[in-house]
Each structure stands twice: as C-alpha cells, then as structure tokens.
C-alpha cells in the first residue's frame, strides 16, 4: 500500500482497474472526514473568523455595502487600544499573570516531585495512588470550585487546623483578594495534577531499565538518579504540560465567577480577562469590545498550540 | 482538562514499557526491600499526606449531605451524621424551585449525551479517513486538528456566543451540543489508532474481496476500533458533563442550565455560603449545596471508577505507532 495513492500516476501503472479505485478512494477520504470538517469550519474557525471581524469593525458606525453583504465600519485597532486602557483590563490579565506563576511552579515542582516518588517507591502501591491522585479530576469544572468554597470556609472546613494557622478564622479573609491566585492555583493543581502525575509516571515508566541500572552501577543515589538521568529523559513531558497549562490557565473563568457567587460579590465580576470580556458583552452590550479581548486570548491560545505542535517534536504528523 | 492531559503519553513511539516493566519487578523489590525501612516508611508517610490532600476534600462532600448545618460547623468535619438527614437534605434540595435539579440533571444528561453521539459520529470516521486514506489536505486538516486540540477550548466559548447570537441559536440546546459534537481529540485519539492497530494489508484485502470504501470501515475497521470508540466516548462524556463556562454563556434562562451552571445558580440564588443572611428564609444551606454537588459529579464519578483501569492502560499503552 504505501504513499502511491497521493499521486495518481503510480496508481495507474498497477495496471489493475485502479484508477477509478484510487479515485474513488480520494473521494471517501473526503467523505470520511466531511462531518467533522463541517463541525470544524461552523464551530472553530467560524466563529474565530466572526470575533476577529467584530474586534475590527465597530457596531454604532455606517454599515458598508460590499457587493450583496452589508458590513459594519472598519474600526482599525481602536477596539483594542480602548479595551486595553479600560480599568479592569490591565488588572484582569495582572490577576492571571500572578495565579500562572504560582500554578506552573507549583504544578511543575509538585508532579515530578510526586511522579518521581511514585517512580523510585513501592512498586505494587503506585497504581493505587496514582489512581487516588487522578480521582479529583471527576469533580473538575463547577464541582471543585464549590468543594474548595467549603474547604476554605474556617467554620465547617476539614482543614481548618491549617486555617487557624493561618490565622483565618472567616470566609472573607481567605477569600481575601490578594489570596485569589493562591486559591485558583490550588484548584487547579487539586483537579489537574493528577492527570499529570499519571502522563508523567508514563513517561517515567518508558526509560529503560538499562539506563537506570547503568546509574546505579556507576554509583548514583536516588537523588542524583532522579535529578540527572530520570528528569533529562522526560524534559519534553514537562515542557509540553507547561505549555498546555499555560494556555488553559489564561482562560480562567469557572473559578473567579463561582467564588464572586460564593463570597456574595468579594471578588471581582472581571477579575480574569476571560470574565471582563463576558461582563463586557452582556452587561455593555459592547460586543466588539467582548470580541477584541476574546481574539487577544485565542492569539495566546494559538500561539501556545503552534509552538507546540510545529517546534517540539511531540507530534509527527504521519 | 482531563482530555488534554491523558494524551501525550499515547503518542510516544515506546508507550507500551509500562506493561513491559512487568519483566524485571522482583529484582526490583529485592532492591526495595534491602533499603531502610525508614525510608519507605517516609515515602509512605508523604504519599499518605499527598493522599490526603487529594482525597479529604471528595470524602467531605459525601459526608456532608448526612449532616445539619449546625452539625456541620459544631461536629467533627469528617464524622458521619445519619442516613435520616440525608433524606432529609435530599428532601430540600429537591424541593428547590419544583425539583429544578432534576431538571438540571434531564438537561447535562441530554447535552452530553448529544454530544458524545455527535462527537464520536464525527471523530471516528475522520481519524479513520485521516490515518487510512489519501487525499488532498490531509495533512493540512491534521495539523489543524492538533492546533485546535491543544488550544483551550474556552479560547473558542466567547467567540461561539457571539456566532450563536447572530444566528439566533443561544438559549437553545443546539448552542451547546453542537460545540460539544467539535471534538478534535476524540479525531486525533481515533487517528492514532487507525494509524497504528490496523494494517493497510487488511483493508487492501478487505477491497479485493469486492468491499465499498465504506463497506471495509464499516465491516472491517469499525468492528476493531471498539476500544478507541469507548475512549473517546468516555473523554467527550467527561469534558461535556463537567464543562461550565459554554452554557453559562449560552443559557440566560435557568430551567435550561446543565448541572454545573445549575450550582452556580443555586449559590448566588440562596446565598449558603452566608447563613446569616439567608438561613432564615432558604431551606437550601451548605449541606444541600453539598447534596447538589453530589448529584452533579456522580455519573463522571461513577465512570471513573469502573473504568479506571481500563482508562490507564488505555492512556499509557493503548495505541502504539508500529
């Protein structure tokens, strides 16, 4: 079979009734994917098309007529220059600046730290805490913010003995703004790490076991193993979860906006910049500033996706 | 998140060491048990502490519905109350709005459901027609696929309101499902299934014996793709059930809300969270909130259980490149 039928030359040299096949063939493989490829242009590239068009053209300008569709007026980048000096729009994208610190190094530290225990220990207890680990992951979205909504509430928390260290003694001071980053970072950490740990403790588990042996024979301790054989060897593991929790984390939403609910309005409605795009377009009805911020995020998004796909060597296509 | 994060481990060329490492283990716990016992005495004491962190909070919430408010903030955090309050917090909590939660539950079950058919009715096919056949973009379609899988999926959730908004949509079970049914990672998990379990051979021989193009997917390929079909359904059954920000965005009408939105609307509309003001006047305090909670991750729950070793083998060695 190999790479012939991409072109049709090769093909009809087979001499077989071939080249109505082949052809054919071209044609199911369009029609394998048609579905999906409808989805993909409604509902990716659509809409990304639509957020761009409203981010540059402005809604209360003279429509222009091109031809048999009227548009809005072109508004350059102004959407953009007028959202990025809006009040909450530089404190919105600081917010998330703090809370990606805090979670990538502590997403980072924590999951090889745990990965590489659950590596070096008790082989027949591994599966067992990896699965524990994993579990929180079912309460992901909604769930967990309304679980940590309760951990964080000194009255009835389990961990109100790490509370009271703390010094917290109500809802409003955990809840307190400068806490927030810490707070998401936690969360996140809670409902996606241990996905993490399992990719990771996969990737741990294909170094082989005559690399590891070498180490040890030339007299490296668990620590030096862990450090200079183990870590090296899954470098591009870790660079990619970075990367896609970078990208997931600039989106912040769930989060800010459950905890305002649960704090009765102590954190802010456009606290993330995900959150000012929506207050935005259902609270101003402005949907082309809504649509300028939303296309800064998805360049984030984009960017993020392209450097991974195209610069790191994790996916080869074919 | 869950999707993103299981798959890398399935695209790495040598993804199927971990049921090879079975080979060597009692060297490996000869090597273990000749260590001090103090240290895997420590290592236990820091995976129980890890355990710990994880596992409390999901204990909690199951406890908690069996408690009263009171109890909850003058009893131990992790004592159990008694199966009586449990009912009785159920009670409540159906009670809420004409068992608005219900219909809550009827509405994720209904949006997720259409959604994972959907999805699987799109990304099987494609990873089929992406892997085994030939055509003119291809590539191109599979590197956007990629991109599209790895950005955020909440990149694309304004943008989709603003498009439901122009075409009338929002509101409308459609705004959802119809996102949902866009699943590239269920493409791409079919693709690299298609491309590393089934032989060219197999198909080629499918076709000399007289096969349509979709008579060999649908007689030879699909029959053996059962595996990656469930994977794929199980992972757009976990980010649908469990995804908020889509139909916040895409509901204003609370009868319509899938169950995440649905909490959301129970802690602004009874304000637990703050007993002083609302205990007096709403039924519905931390313990049904917790109730609520219950009900909503159950299912995910649930699948997670029974099939976790199913999904680990899966993530860890299910699909390898020849």
Not at chain 1, 194 to 221: H, R
Request: glycine share 6%; hydrophobic share 55%.
């Amino acid at each position: 079979m190999s790479g012939t039928t991409s072109l049709p030359v090769p093909v009809r040299t087979q001499g077989r009734a071939g080249s109505g096949r082949a052809g054919g063939r071209h044609r199911a493989g369009y029609a394998f994917v048609a579905l999906y490829l409808v989805l993909l242009l409604l509902f990716g590239v659509l809409p990304s098309v639509y957020a761009v068009y409203l981010s540059f053209t402005k809604a209360a300008g003279k429509r222009v007529s091109l031809g048999p569709i009227t548009v809005a007026q072109w508004a350059g980048l102004s959407n953009f220059f007028a959202t990025g000096r809006d009040f909450r729009f530089l404190p919105a994208f600081e917010h998330i600046g703090v809370y990606l610190t805090i979670w990538l190094v502590v997403l980072v530290v924590l999951v090889l730290a745990l990965a590489l225990l659950l590596h070096g220990g008790v082989r027949r207890a591994v599966p067992f805490f990896r699965f524990l680990f994993y579990l929180p992951g079912a309460l992901a979205g909604s769930a967990s913010v309304l679980v940590w909504a309760f951990m964080l509430d000194p009255d009835i928390s389990p961990w109100h003995f790490v509370l009271s260290l703390l010094h917290y003694s109500s809802m409003p001071q955990t809840l307190a703004p400068g806490h927030l980053p810490a707070i998401f970072a936690l969360i996140a950490f809670w409902t996606g790490a241990g996905g993490w740990i399992v990719v990771m403790n996969g990737a741990l588990n294909n170094i082989s076991d005559e690399v590891i042996d070498s180490a040890k024979i030339d007299g490296a301790d668990a620590w030096q193993l862990a450090v200079r054989i183990k870590l090296p060897l899954i470098k591009r593991w870790v660079i990619f979860m970075v990367i896609l929790a970078f990208a997931a984390g600039t989106q912040l939403f769930v989060e800010p906006q459950l905890l305002s609910a649960a704090s009765l309005g102590m954190v802010s409605p456009s606290w993330s910049p995900n959150q000012l795009a929506y207050y935005l377009a259902t609270q101003n009805g402005n949907f082309n500033y809504a649509a300028a911020i939303s296309v800064d995020l998805l360049i984030v998004g984009l960017m993020a996706a392209t450097l991974l796909v195209f610069r790191s060597k994790m996916f080869q296509i074919d | 998140m869950a999707h993103v994060t299981a798959q890398p481990t399935r695209r790495q060329p040598a993804a199927r060491a971990p049921l090879a490492v079975a080979a060597g283990p009692t060297r490996r716990r000869r090597r273990l048990l000749s260590r001090s016992v103090g240290v895997r005495l420590a290592w236990f004491i820091v995976m129980l502490a890890f355990t710990a962190f994880f596992i409390v909070p999901v204990i909690w919430v199951f406890i908690a519905p069996t408690k009263t408010d009171h109890q909850l903030i003058y009893w131990n955090p992790l004592a159990f109350g008694s199966f009586h309050t449990f009912l009785r917090t159920w009670d409540e909590i159906y009670a809420f709005q004409a068992h608005e939660l219900l219909v809550w539950l009827w509405n994720s079950a209904r949006y997720s459901v259409g959604g994972v058919l959907l999805a699987l009715g799109c990304a099987v096919p494609a990873g089929y027609g992406l892997a085994l056949t030939e055509f003119i973009g291809r590539r191109v379609l599979l590197s956007i696929t990629l991109i599209v899988m790895i950005m955020p999926a909440s990149a694309l959730v304004l943008p989709l309101f603003l498009e439901m908004n122009l075409l009338h949509l929002s509101n409308s079970a459609w705004s959802v499902v119809f996102p949902f049914g866009f699943f590239p990672f269920g493409v791409y998990l079919s693709y690299i299934f298609f491309s590393s379990t089934i032989p060219k051979e197999l198909l080629a021989a499918a076709r000399v014996d007289g096969c349509s193009e979709w008579g060999v997917f649908r007689h030879v390929a699909l029959p053996l793709a059962r595996p990656v079909v469930a994977l794929v359904g199980f992972f757009a059954f976990v980010s649908d059930w469990t995804n908020f920000f889509l139909p916040f965005v895409m509901f204003y009408t609370d009868r319509q809300y899938p169950l995440p939105v649905g909490l959301d609307y129970l802690i602004s509309s009874t304000s637990a969270f703050n007993p002083v003001t609302s205990a007096a006047n709403s039924p519905v305090v931390r313990p049904e909130l917790a109730m609520a909670t219950l009900v909503a991750i159950a299912p995910v729950f649930i699948v997670f259980l029974f099939a976790q070793r199913a999904l680990v083998t899966g993530m860890l060695a299910g699909a390898t490149k020849e």
